[in-house]
């Protein structure tokens, strides 16, 4: 009888762990991203949303993550904060999402993160949102160490522009910017660099998005008769600006802020009104890590990555997905506590792509440390979830987007250092 009930017992605790090990293999986990995929952003929204869900079938053709699948689940938030704020909380109150990726627009990811994410103690990493505001908040304690980003702050990029301004000879600028973090901080950071090196800012504009005409702003910025515009925009509002600014009169020396490097704002305006047109974008390090991710994007889409946001995104996906793996479950918190430990340089080195995701599960299950080297080249987050990063500065030749420049970190680096010494 003795030994009936403990094979009985044995039986039952053989068929509960088989049930557990089952459950496991079945679980989902799902990974929870805020886009603009209408709206404003549109133009650039979906193909930023394609980047990170590539990130994700990596991951799944790895094995999944913390022993589950991963399941990415985008919600738009049509360029609009209260819309992107009640996607983010559908993400984390019924797709019960450990992190959310995004958003696309500073003015929309930090009412997620002051709303949702810190709240309900959920990593945010986003892909695109340049504003300073967030520093300031991590240094404030209010961001409590759950935001980070894959993309550099606005201040170089302003710089670079302004250096640039320079170096074509433009005497007087007028700038043209969406009314929000981004815009704001972009406006500010280029008039002092642009003042700094001697050139006049002749008229600084702001705009509401989503608006049928901008007569009135570009008539604004038309008053002091300067050699160039320094327009910060997004694709739609961007194009129609443009437009507007040659139809009146304004000059084709124009300079363009990161967002506008997109196929439809060239289309919209028309590539040869923007012959002259000189336009920054984040770029990435040269290396196996960057070769790795543009290869697999080629074999997805059929043509090299190209726009603003792709390997930004893929990163701040697969550094949640790392971290993930390194937590071992979905909770906010330790995943956030875990994403310096999958990057900033210590550890074995893993690149994009399945294999290098199968190393890195197959390294933290033994013990061992890694530091993930991503789409844009080694990734290292600063106390407040900062990274710095190289530059591109593109145009329009023959109809299409051409890269013209690149800036690495020592040139970047350079320029901001003479500009503040001025």
């Known amino acids: 009888m003795i030994r009936q009930r403990l094979l009985a017992c044995l039986a039952a605790a053989t068929a509960i ?11 989902t986990i799902n990974i929870g991203a805020v886009l ?127 250096k640039i ?84 009169g304004g000059s084709k020396q124009l300079l363009l802020s990161n967002a506008m490097r997109a196929r439809e704002y060239v289309e919209a305006v028309g590539a040869q009104h923007l012959t002259e047109a000189v336009g920054i974008d984040n770029a990435q390090t040269e290396g196996p890590s960057v070769e790795a991710f543009n290869a697999a994007w080629t074999a997805e889409k059929g043509s090299p990555p190209e726009g603003p946001g792709l390997h930004t995104m893929y990163d701040a996906t697969a550094v949640a997905l790392l971290a993930l793996e390194k937590a071992g479950a979905p909770d906010g918190t330790a995943i956030r506590d875990a994403v310096r430990e999958v990057t900033g340089g210590q550890g074995t080195t893993i690149y994009p792509g399945p294999e290098g995701f199968a190393k890195a599960k197959e390294l933290i299950a033994a013990g061992e440390p890694i530091t993930y080297e991503g789409a844009t080249g080694p990734i290292k987050f600063d106390e407040n979830g900062d990274v710095t990063g190289p530059y591109l500065i593109w145009g329009v030749a023959d109809g299409e987007l051409t890269t013209l420049d690149q800036w690495d970190m020592a040139r970047v680096d350079a320029a901001l250092a003479e500009v503040s010494g001025q």
């Not at 049930?19 to 293999?25: D, G, I, V, Y």
């Not at 994700?56 to 589950?68: I, K, L, P, Q, T």
């Not at 399941?71 to 819309?83: C, H, I, K, S, T």
């Not at 570009?218 to 910060?232: E, M, N, Q, R, T």
Request: aromatic letters at 8%; a negative charge; charged letters at 15%.
């Open 17 to 27: 762990a088989a049930a557990q090990s089952a459950a496991a293999q079945d679980c």
């Open 36 to 162: 603009s995929i209408t709206g404003p952003n549109a133009a650039i929204g979906s193909a930023i949303g394609d980047a990170g869900r590539l990130a994700v079938d990596h991951f799944n053709e790895a094995g999944g993550a913390a022993g589950c699948k991963l399941n990415f689940v985008l919600r738009d938030d049509q360029g609009q904060p209260n819309v992107g704020v009640d996607a983010a909380k559908t993400l984390v109150s019924i797709d019960r999402s450990p992190v959310i990726l995004g958003a696309i627009a500073s003015g929309v990811s930090l009412p997620i993160l002051t709303s949702v994410s810190v709240p309900s103690k959920v990593t945010q990493i986003s892909c695109c949102s340049s504003a300073p505001t967030f520093t300031e908040l991590a240094e404030e304690g209010g961001t409590q160490g759950y935001f980070f980003r894959t993309l550099p702050t606005d201040r170089p990029q302003a710089v670079v522009m302004a």
């Open 165 to 248: 301004a320079k170096e074509k000879g433009y005497g007087s600028v007028a700038i043209i910017y969406v009314n929000s973090d981004y815009g704001n901080a972009m406006a500010k950071n280029f008039t002092a660099a642009a003042e700094a090196q001697g050139i006049e800012v002749t008229d600084v504009v702001g705009y509401n998005q989503e608006q049928a005409s901008y007569r009135a702003e570009v008539s604004a910025a038309l008053k002091g008769k300067p050699d160039a515009l320094f327009l910060v925009a997004f694709p739609a509002d961007g194009a129609t600006i443009t437009r507007e600014w040659l139809a009146f």
